[in-house]
């Protein structure tokens, strides 16, 4: 029993990785996530609570999955960007439903809770860490400082999504290899962190 309410469970979270990365929390409708899910909206809100409360669920996941398959390498920042776009490249609905949590979350109060546009505890946890690591580094003198660790960690972050969340027309412009956009992003890194 336990196994079919995990298996029911992860089918729902499947399907509505899809329906928000194709449209948002906003426009996404739990009757088509239930029915892509071979489920029923009862169960949505039985797992989950609201569609914000399934919103989060996924994005957590995504989060952890991320967090899991891509960990922070503080010796190795460079490395650390080109796997995260490479991790972007190969699931593309990930950077789908971040630009929705942040379009769709954006301004809101991080007392909030996760219901109404609050912070997900899975990427504040996610981001503390990162930047305790970098923190750590900086002051064993293998990172440079002229930076915050939190400013280095966005910095870091923001080149791995450059290709992922630019806009189509920029593909017009920098037409290259996969390769060469993943060289674009680790040579960026790499720069950044130079003396």
């Not at 994005?59 to 390498?73: G, K, L, M, W």
């Not at 979350?105 to 912070?119: C, I, N």
Request: hydrophobic share 45%; charged share 25%; no cysteine.
């Amino acid at each position: 029993m336990a196994g079919d309410a995990e298996a029911t469970r992860g089918r729902l979270l499947e399907a509505a990785t899809a329906e928000f990365s194709a449209r948002g929390l906003a426009g996404a409708r739990v009757d088509r996530i239930a029915a892509a899910a071979g489920s029923n909206k009862a169960q949505i809100y039985h797992y989950f609570g609201s569609k914000d409360g399934l919103f989060t669920a996924v994005f957590d996941a995504i989060v952890t999955r991320t967090t899991t398959d891509v960990p922070i390498d503080v010796d190795d920042l460079p490395g650390y960007a080109g796997r995260l776009h490479d991790s972007y490249a190969a699931r593309p609905e990930v950077q789908r439903i971040a630009a929705w949590h942040r379009l769709e979350h954006s301004g809101s109060d991080p007392r909030e809770g996760t219901a109404g546009g609050g912070r997900v505890r899975s990427i504040q946890d996610a981001n503390r860490a990162k930047v305790e690591a970098i923190a750590a580094a900086q002051a064993d003198g293998r990172l440079p400082e002229r930076w915050s660790a939190a400013e280095l960690l966005g910095l870091v972050l923001q080149i791995s999504t450059l290709w992922h969340a630019a806009v189509p027309e920029l593909d017009d412009l920098t037409a290259g290899s996969a390769r060469h956009r993943r060289d674009v992003v680790v040579d960026a890194v790499r720069r950044l962190l130079a003396d």
